[in-house]
């Protein structure tokens, strides 16, 4: 500072710095790490989040970039063709031991030694996107639940080898903050993992099951009974799932100490939001309509469809109070009346 002005880029203050940063997209920040060696050091001693998503040469930045921004919490890596190999991971796992977050999707590179890898550097994870990565195994993903304890949320979806029951047993042995789980078309899951789950994740609130053709009814009544603030379900293409599954989710909020009237929500923001039973066939009209009566967030108006029952064309009848208001309304003022 030369009488309060600034005598140039390079005397800009860290933490104003970092402000300026914040403004920009992560390839200005890249380039502004390399203006000097004090903005350098400012940011990769400020630099919390970080994507690189849109680099087409993913795998060396990583490589380079990463030891110099030790402090970051949250890595997005998500790709459309694969780029990234086991020895970025190691790079993240070696470096970045703050980090919270980590958007891995479609790495269909990576094999189960990024996962060992992570288990040991990134213990403090609380968001995984592994979803897309064919390559993982069981095994690994069991090791990595065992030391990444403080999972959140964790998406799994297409990784149809690593997400194997025993996997899943591990996760709920562990992993017992979970509050999101996509396990979408991981088809050889079955009721033996998703109550695991149930039994060992209290705090659920949100499970994609969408394709996993093998569960029963045993899996929803689980997460009925074990789960009181499940808030999304999703069950498209479960054909397996029963009227009793639906009545178990019904009736569960009468097992749930209220101080509102037994058998329905206190308002919106209570119980189920969204569920997905497309596909599910076995259905019939009284069961949904029961799901649907005891938890007012489901709609089928529209606009507001979070009941969503595509394939089912017998579950037409099923309706939430306000689409039946709006039709009693558009009824009323019809010219015929």
């Given at each position: 500072m030369d009488g309060g002005v600034l005598a140039g880029w390079k005397d800009i203050p860290m933490e104003l710095l970092l402000q300026i940063i914040s403004l920009v997209d992560d390839r200005t920040v890249i380039v502004a790490s390399g203006v000097c060696r004090g903005w350098r050091d400012a940011i990769c001693f400020g630099l919390l989040?970080?994507?690189l998503s849109w680099c087409k040469n993913m795998n060396n930045l990583v490589l380079s970039l990463v030891p110099k921004f030790a402090k970051l919490q949250t890595l997005i890596l998500r790709?459309?063709?694969?780029?990234?190999?086991?020895?970025?991971?190691?790079t993240i796992a070696s470096y970045c031991r703050d980090l919270q977050v980590l958007d891995l999707r479609k790495s269909f590179k990576l094999s189960d030694r990024s996962l060992y890898a992570l288990a040991h550097g990134c213990r403090d994870l609380k968001k995984l996107n592994i979803?897309?990565?064919?390559?993982?195994?069981?095994t690994a993903l069991a090791y990595l639940a065992s030391y990444c304890r403080k999972l959140k949320v964790l998406n799994l979806c297409g990784c149809v080898k690593a997400t194997s029951d025993t996997a899943l047993q591990v996760i709920g042995q562990y992993c017992n903050h979970l509050q999101s789980v996509n396990l979408g078309w991981c088809?050889?899951?079955?009721?033996?993992?998703?109550?695991?789950l149930a039994y060992g994740c209290p705090d659920l609130r949100s499970l994609d099951l969408c394709g996993c053709v093998l569960i029963t009814d045993n899996s929803v009544i689980a997460l009925a009974n074990m789960c009181p603030h499940l808030r999304s379900l999703g069950l498209y293409y479960c054909q397996n799932i029963t009227d009793r599954?639906?009545?178990?989710?019904?009736?569960?909020?009468?097992?749930?100490?209220?101080?509102?009237?037994?058998?329905?929500?206190?308002?919106?923001?209570?119980?189920?939001?969204?569920?997905?039973?497309?596909?599910?066939?076995?259905?019939?009209p009284p069961a949904v309509q029961a799901v649907c009566d005891s938890f007012?967030?489901?709609h089928t108006c529209s606009g507001r469809h979070s009941l969503i029952m595509s394939g089912c064309l017998n579950l037409m009848?099923?309706?939430?109070?306000?689409?039946?208001?709006?039709?009693?309304?558009?009824?009323?003022?019809?010219?015929?009346h």
């Open positions: 989040h970080l994507s790709q459309d063709k694969p780029q990234l190999a086991d020895d970025a991971i190691d979803s897309g990565c064919t390559s993982f195994s069981d088809e050889n899951v079955s009721d033996v993992g998703v109550m695991s599954a639906m009545y178990s989710l019904a009736h569960s909020i009468k097992n749930k100490p209220t101080k509102w009237a037994p058998g329905k929500c206190k308002n919106d923001h209570d119980g189920l939001r969204t569920l997905n039973i497309s596909q599910c066939t076995a259905l019939t007012p967030a489901l009848s099923v309706h939430c109070a306000c689409a039946v208001q709006a039709h009693r309304t558009a009824a009323f003022h019809h010219p015929a």
